[in-house]
């Protein structure tokens, strides 16, 4: 099947500093790829869809400035999450279409920021 | 808008018994259901989804446009069925966003 995969597993920053997160599909080319973000016991909320060659869709009420995102490659989405603050602290998730629309789920990214 | 409910939270259940995960949706257009699963510290990962009616590890889940429900079923609940259940929703025939409901947490007891 179709593998996603997410670097880094888990990362821990300073407040005020800029953390990036790749999202990578191994076996297939993705031209669509969405970014999550998952609080704990919560459900998966979509922050922005990646196109690769053109701009992030971010959904309403996500900082595009906050949280840049770049598909620059058909399996490469990147999120960078700029001037961290601990409320940023998260689990994000990315995932990625394959055939037939299916979609595939990295293992997430855990964020914490001190 | 579209919109996916899962009432319960959780659902406790005994080994052998059958379990029925409640999933209701709301959506103006033809939408297309799944049903994700997240086993602990494992990746999220597709179910089932609607339109391929097949049964997955025992579990089936049919849609009901009238009562816009895509309840999840298994006659015999079994231990390795514990996990984290999200209904989700999408546009039919499309690749985009999917809608998730909040989750049922299914707990499977001896």
């Known amino acids: 099947g179709a593998v996603v995969s997410q670097h880094p597993s888990r990362v821990i920053c300073k407040s005020g500093t800029s953390v990036k997160i790749e999202c990578r599909s191994l076996?297939?080319?993705?031209?669509?790829m969405f970014w999550y973000r998952q609080f704990p016991k919560q459900s998966l909320m979509l922050m922005a869809t990646?196109?690769?060659?053109?701009?992030?869709?971010?959904e309403q009420g996500v900082e595009k400035d906050k949280f840049l995102i770049n598909h620059a490659s058909l399996t490469l989405s990147t999120l960078t999450v700029t001037s961290a603050h601990p409320e940023d602290s998260s689990f994000y998730i990315c995932?990625?279409?394959?055939?037939?629309?299916?979609?595939?789920f990295g293992p997430g990214t855990r964020l914490t920021v001190l | 808008a579209q919109r996916v409910t899962q009432p319960e939270k959780l659902l406790s259940v005994f080994k052998g018994a059958p379990v029925e995960l409640k999933c209701n949706y709301s959506?103006?257009?033809?939408?297309?259901l799944f049903w994700y699963v997240q086993y602990s510290r494992q990746r999220l990962q597709l179910l089932l989804r609607?339109?391929s009616r097949e049964s997955i590890k025992g579990f089936t889940a049919d849609l009901n446009k009238g009562e816009t429900s895509f309840h999840l079923k298994k006659p015999f609940a079994q231990e390795e069925d514990s996990a984290m259940y999200y209904c989700?929703?999408?546009?039919?025939?499309?690749?985009?966003?999917?809608?998730f409901g909040t989750g049922t947490r299914l707990q499977v007891t001896l």
């Open positions: 076996d297939f080319q993705a031209t669509t």
């Open positions: 995932s990625a279409i394959a055939r037939l629309n299916e979609q595939f």
């Open positions: 609607h339109i």
């Open positions: 959506y103006s257009g033809s939408p297309e």
């Open positions: 989700a929703l999408n546009r039919a025939g499309t690749a985009s966003k999917l809608t």
């Open positions: 990646s196109n690769e060659g053109s701009k992030a869709t971010y």
